[in-house]
């Protein structure tokens, strides 16, 4: 068995990876083989957690008039209700799991305290954790991005439905090309889309490497773990 090259991870994961071909909606095949891609990924022994988004749920609730707080929160909410459906189908194939979140809900999860979640990444759990940073305007990228700090993860995994990053959106454009390194600098200065600034920005900060790669292939996050250069890397050490 190959030694994976990380031995604490946080993956994000977006809302729409969930869900089915129209990315809305919760998908149980999407979810089980999920679920089985992190069992493999928990066996190689490293310490992995999980901020999920909420697209597949809820997107664009403020641009339809709801007030932007409230959105948010609407939003928080959804990650929630992912957060759930992948414990339920990590239980299901054998991994212990914990969901932590931001937002206090009676008798749904944990309330998220650092000190408790590096207690479950030592015993050898799953987090998945909820509803952001628990406050408005900071995205889920943000979120992943603090978090990952706060447990001391290596890198920050953004599994995404593209297998990188690129100079424009290759779904729409044939001939966009794909980095496979970048600076926090360039990704900032060229405006391109790998995550928000706000997380870029504590991400340079704080020397935390990022790398983006396509989750809806199988195998994937084994590969990434194992220090397998696919996708793109921003900060860190250029392969």
């Given at each position: 068995?190959?030694?994976?090259?990380y031995r604490r991870v946080l993956l994000?994961?977006?809302?729409?990876?969930?869900?089915?071909?129209?990315?809305?909606?919760?998908?149980?095949?999407?979810?089980?083989?999920?679920?089985?891609?992190?069992?493999?990924?928990?066996?190689?022994?490293?310490?992995?957690?999980?901020?999920?988004?909420?697209?597949?749920?809820?997107?664009?609730?403020?641009?339809?008039?709801?007030?932007?707080?409230?959105?948010?929160?609407?939003?928080?909410?959804?990650?929630?209700?992912?957060?759930?459906?992948?414990?339920?189908?990590?239980?299901?194939?054998?991994?212990?799991?914990?969901?932590?979140?931001?937002?206090?809900?009676?008798?749904?999860?944990?309330?998220?305290?650092?000190?408790?979640?590096?207690?479950?990444?030592?015993?050898?759990?799953?987090?998945?954790?909820?509803?952001?940073?628990?406050?408005?305007?900071?995205?889920?990228?943000?979120?992943?991005?603090?978090?990952?700090?706060?447990?001391?993860?290596?890198?920050?995994?953004?599994?995404?439905?593209?297998?990188?990053?690129?100079?424009?959106?290759?779904?729409?454009?044939?001939?966009?090309?794909?980095?496979?390194?970048?600076s926090y600098e360039e990704v900032l200065?060229?405006?391109?889309?790998?995550?928000?600034?706000?997380?870029?920005?504590?991400?340079?900060?704080?020397?935390?490497?990022?790398?983006?790669?396509?989750?809806?292939?199988?195998?994937?996050?084994?590969?990434?773990?194992?220090?397998?250069?696919?996708?793109?890397?921003?900060?860190?050490?250029?392969?």
């Amino acid at each position: 068995m190959v030694e994976p090259h990380y031995r604490r991870v946080l993956l994000k994961l977006s809302g729409e990876a969930l869900g089915g071909e129209e990315g809305s909606g919760l998908a149980p095949d999407r979810l089980e083989a999920l679920a089985r891609e992190l069992a493999e990924a928990r066996a190689l022994g490293v310490e992995l957690a999980l901020v999920v988004g909420g697209g597949n749920i809820l997107r664009g609730a403020s641009a339809r008039g709801i007030d932007r707080v409230r959105a948010d929160y609407m939003g928080m909410l959804a990650t929630l209700i992912n957060a759930l459906a992948l414990e339920d189908a990590l239980r299901r194939v054998g991994v212990p799991v914990r969901v932590l979140s931001a937002l206090r809900v009676e008798g749904v999860g944990e309330p998220y305290h650092r000190e408790r979640a590096l207690e479950h990444l030592s015993a050898g759990r799953i987090l998945i954790l909820a509803c952001g940073t628990g406050n408005p305007f900071f995205t889920t990228d943000t979120a992943a991005t603090l978090r990952a700090l706060e447990i001391g993860a290596q890198i920050l995994f953004k599994a995404t439905k593209v297998d990188g990053v690129y100079d424009d959106d290759p779904l729409r454009n044939p001939r966009a090309r794909k980095y496979d390194y970048l600076s926090y600098e360039e990704v900032l200065a060229r405006g391109l889309k790998v995550m928000d600034a706000t997380a870029i920005t504590l991400a340079r900060e704080h020397g935390l490497p990022v790398r983006v790669f396509n989750m809806l292939k199988s195998g994937q996050i084994k590969r990434a773990l194992q220090g397998e250069n696919i996708g793109t890397l921003v900060g860190g050490e250029k392969a």
